[in-house]
């Protein structure tokens, strides 16, 4: 049945590919890259929402949707293919093992264990057997490549193979002349796609050359005029030099009085216009040196403008320097900006006339500081009503101190291996007290639709209020009976409080065994579930009002446990006595209750719900004895 798969690329454009349950997920990647011009096709990769698919697997096996949607992306890591180890199992169960290369077909393959294996059964051949041709067939992933055509044109790259391992059946098979044709016309029909498709990739290969070889001579074109101007401005700089040294001395001469008469007649304008408020002494140099500039361009290319250059930057220093004068801020530091420097507080001394006038402008340029308001809590007192009191409350507050605190262990130590003592039966039951009877079915029924009114009634709950029911159905027991199996069937028991945390319970381990320092872990079974969060408290654990931990370690003993707990072992029934000890009173009552406390219907349920008398005498009446405590009825 076939399908279209649509393909996102990066430059935005959906590409469609028609594709058959056997088409590879590599087969349609490389199609899409060749239409697009994504080469090459091991640079990318399919993606389906976060997923990278895996482009070894068909569409049969890929878990894909029909017409689904996947994403062409540039994969992390450059594809490589690698020989392929393929295990060809013939029809008598043997299996030839051989590395090949990804190009190569399976008729290749075939011809391979016929001529250099050295297999004397002629694989790569058609049969003749009781007036009929067999064909040689290999089939892999549920993909028969039937007929020498077939396998002649199918390579392991177009099953998905770029390396690892795989098997490949092998038989003969008769077929028909009609399933020939169609094999036939499919393969003729797959090189005519490929040819096109090879087309259009060797169009996206010569493209991208004459990109590359454009961009290639632009270069060496920039290249030579770069050349081409730099020898010009070289030729011209020595022209100027030679002409420059045949002008006369005193011409020179002249000249550099004339900018220096100029650079005096700058200076004066610019001590004029000092009162403007937007130029400074040091922006009027600046124009002021430009200026000289332009009356030195004639002889910037000569020696002789050199000297002429450094006579004006002196006579621009010695200018600054008188500017300063006796009162004048000098000594600062440059920090690249004209006009501006950067003074630290032991570069200069100022006089008090100066003190005063920076200290005037300082009060005029920087804002009035303002003043602090006054705290809100500056008369805060508190109440005198509660002089005295604990006025402190937190979540803590009314909890008590004894729930945190250790109880007695009352450590006892058992083993699993030791007989139990079965107390006798007084009379054995018959038969008819197993049977189901109508009132049975009836309980059954009334429990079962409580059930669900309480699964539909139920309101949803946060966190903390399934947290604060668990407390108030825990809270009736003082104590928890802890059981830690051991490996080697020995049992230790211990009482805990129920806010009592994780890390006590293995602290309480490492109290009792003989080696402190074999690292070991708590877990409960089934399923299988680690403690591993120390501060977890026990009803947090689900483990109240008893349960049983397992002791699990990487280092294998024959004993863990000290030696002076493993020479009091005591009996199972002694570990019960001290359980059932440590429960509640309404515990221990509803233990001993026996047939009174097992019926499970209360007072109330049974003046609602009515039921109706029967004939049958009850459980009870036919046995003439009690029942006994493991038979629970259902509850309503």
């Given at each position: ?8 690329c ?9 594709v058959t ?8 990647l ?14 990318y ?5 976060r997923?990278v698919l ?18 062409l ?6 594809r490589?293919?690698?020989?392929i ?18 190009g190569?077909?399976?008729w290749?393959?075939l011809v ?12 790569a ?5 009781n007036d ?21 044109s ?6 998905g193979?770029?390396?690892?391992r795989?098997?490949i059946?092998f038989l ?12 036939q ?6 090189k ?25 001579a ?8 770069n ?9 011209d700089?020595k022209?100027?030099?030679?002409a ?19 650079v ?42 050199e ?11 010695s ?20 006009g501006?420097?950067m003074f630290?507080?032991g ?10 006038i ?13 003043k ?6 500056t ?15 937190n979540?803590l507050?009314?909890?008590k ?7 007695d ?17 007084q ?10 009877t ?25 966190q ?14 003082d ?24 890390y ?7 109290e009792?065994?003989?080696?402190k ?11 299988k ?8 408290t ?18 294998h ?11 009091n072992?005591?009996s ?14 309404i ?6 209750s ?43």
């Amino acid at each position: 049945m076939a399908g279209t798969v649509q393909v996102l690329c990066p430059n935005g454009r959906r590409q469609n590919v028609k594709v058959t349950p056997n088409t590879k997920l590599l087969q349609v990647l490389e199609e899409v890259c060749t239409k697009q011009g994504f080469i090459p096709p091991e640079e990318y990769e399919l993606k389906r929402g976060r997923t990278v698919l895996d482009l070894t697997l068909s569409l049969r096996y890929a878990n894909l949707p029909n017409n689904t949607k996947l994403e062409l992306v540039k994969a992390t890591k450059t594809r490589t293919e690698t020989n392929i180890t393929v295990a060809l199992q013939l029809p008598s169960g043997e299996r030839l093992q051989h590395q090949f290369q990804s190009g190569t077909t399976l008729w290749e393959m075939l011809v391979y264990w016929q001529s250099e294996g050295g297999h004397p059964e002629k694989l790569a051949e058609v049969r003749m057997e009781n007036d009929a041709m067999l064909q040689p067939v290999c089939i892999y992933m549920r993909e028969e490549v039937i007929g020498e055509v077939a396998l002649k044109s199918t390579s392991f790259h177009n099953l998905g193979l770029t390396g690892g391992r795989a098997i490949i059946r092998f038989l003969h098979r008769s077929v028909d002349s009609n399933t020939l044709e169609t094999i036939q016309a499919n393969v003729e029909r797959e090189k005519q796609k490929q040819a096109k498709l090879d087309e259009k990739k060797l169009e996206h290969q010569k493209s991208i050359e004459n990109v590359t070889e454009n961009s290639k001579a632009a270069a060496v074109t920039m290249e030579t005029d770069n050349t081409n101007i730099t020898t010009a401005t070289t030729s011209d700089e020595k022209y100027m030099t030679k002409a420059a040294s045949c002008k006369d001395e005193s011409d020179v001469v002249s000249r550099d009085k004339s900018a220096k008469s100029a650079v005096v007649e700058n200076r004066t304008e610019a001590k004029t216009t000092l009162s403007e408020p937007i130029k400074s002494s040091e922006s009027m140099e600046l124009s002021s040196a430009v200026d000289a500039t332009d009356v030195l361009k004639p002889l910037l290319k000569t020696e002789e403008s050199e000297q002429m250059e450094t006579n004006v930057t002196s006579s621009t220093t010695s200018r600054s320097a008188n500017d300063n004068g006796p009162n004048g801020l000098s000594g600062g530091i440059d920090v690249g900006i004209p006009g501006v420097q950067m003074f630290r507080p032991g570069d200069m001394q100022l006089s008090t006339e100066q003190q005063q006038i920076a200290g005037a402008m300082a009060h005029t340029l920087m804002p009035h500081t303002r003043k602090q308001p006054k705290s809100q809590f500056t008369d805060f007192k508190f109440p005198e009503e509660t002089k005295g009191k604990d006025v402190y409350k937190n979540e803590l507050s009314e909890a008590k101190k004894e729930d945190y605190k250790p109880c007695d262990r009352e450590v006892v130590v058992f083993s699993l291996d030791e007989p139990r003592e079965h107390v006798a039966p007084q009379g054995e039951l018959p038969d008819d007290f197993f049977n189901v009877t109508e009132n049975d079915v009836r309980r059954m029924m009334v429990d079962l639709h409580k059930k669900v009114d309480l699964a539909s009634s139920q309101a949803l709950m946060t966190q903390a209020m399934r947290e604060a029911r668990l407390e108030e159905r825990v809270d009736k027991y003082d104590r928890a009976v802890i059981r830690f199996h051991f490996p080697d069937r020995v049992v230790l028991q211990g009482l805990f409080r129920p806010r009592e945390t994780v890390y006590a319970l293995e602290k309480f381990i490492k109290e009792h065994l003989e080696d402190k320092s074999v690292s070991f872990y708590l877990y409960t079974s089934p399923p299988k579930c680690l403690l591993k969060d120390p501060a977890k408290t026990l009803i947090q654990a689900n483990l109240v009002p008893a349960s049983v931990v397992y002791f699990g370690s990487e280092i294998h003993k024959d004993h863990y446990l000290c030696s002076s707990l493993l020479s009091n072992i005591t009996s199972y029934t002694a570990a019960d006595q001290v359980a059932i000890q440590s429960q509640p009173a309404i515990e221990q009552a509803t233990h001993s209750s026996g047939s009174g406390g097992a019926t499970g219907v209360s007072a109330d349920n049974t003046k609602q719900i009515k039921r109706p008398v029967s004939n049958t005498s009850s459980p009870t009446s036919r046995a003439g004895t009690k029942v006994p405590k493991w038979f629970k009825t259902g509850k309503k």
